[in-house]
């Protein structure tokens, strides 16, 4: 079955420590992305790649950091420098040439 | 600055009559639009998109109109089912620009009445 996974899909995690979530598709898409959502508030971008071993800062880049070496996995780490960590965080993949872009579960980080 | 907004947080409609969710826009560069649903603890699913030369697009019950000179999208749903309760986002890009980068309204939550 083709995918993107997100795990966990609970997280809880003490202020002052850097946490990693992460997010793996096997839909052979060349581009993920990483979105946050608050409450009241849309998605929004904080890190997309589109090829392997590249990625670019989105909207909320800062406190936030990724990596992209292997095609199916773009984990986000979230570090202690980011002011407000408790979020929604979703993930999507993007098949190159296309627009629509296929999102994960989300997971749901509480930092306490 | 909110380049794409849903002013309307949340609908109400009665099954089987029609739902309009609006989106406007304020950059000139978006090109390209699209429509996505999304339920409680899920990740949004793609409904239905648009390209700045049309002005509009049809699937099922579906339709999205996109009116350039006023910076404005709609979704209709014809006729509105329980099953279609849930949060809808608009999202734009301007494909001219080549990154791939899409901006999301901060969605509107329908919820159909049976």
């Known amino acids: 079955d083709g995918g993107i996974t997100q795990s966990p899909k609970y997280l809880f995690r003490k202020e002052g420590q850097n946490v990693t979530l992460s997010c793996e598709q096997n839909?052979?898409?060349?581009?993920m992305y990483w979105y946050r959502q608050d409450p009241g508030q849309g998605l929004r971008l904080i890190y997309y790649?589109?090829?392997?071993?590249?990625?670019q800062k989105g909207d909320i880049a800062e406190g936030y950091s990724v990596s992209r070496e292997k095609k199916e996995s773009f984990p986000l780490t979230v570090t202690s420098a980011q002011k407000n960590p408790t979020a929604f965080y979703l993930c999507a993949s993007r098949l190159s040439g296309t627009d629509t872009q296929y999102f994960g579960p989300g997971t749901r980080l509480t930092v306490l | 600055d909110q380049q794409v907004k849903q002013n309307s947080p949340s609908l109400s409609v009665q099954e089987g009559r029609i739902s309009i969710l609006n989106c406007d826009y304020t950059?000139?560069?978006?090109?390209?639009f699209l429509w996505y649903k999304k339920y409680p603890a899920e990740g949004p699913t793609f409904l239905i998109s648009?390209?700045?030369?049309?002005d509009k697009n049809e699937d099922g019950r579906f339709t999205v109109f996109l009116n350039k000179s006023a910076k404005h999208l709609s979704l209709h749903i014809v006729p509105s089912q329980p099953g279609d309760s849930a949060v809808y986002f608009c999202a734009a890009s301007s494909r001219t620009s080549g990154t791939y980068k899409y901006i999301f309204g901060t969605g509107t939550r329908l919820k159909v009445l049976a």
């Open positions: 648009i390209s700045s030369i049309k």
């Open positions: 950059n000139s560069m978006f090109d390209y």
């Open positions: 790649s589109q090829i392997v071993n590249d990625f």
């Open positions: 839909l052979n898409h060349d581009a």
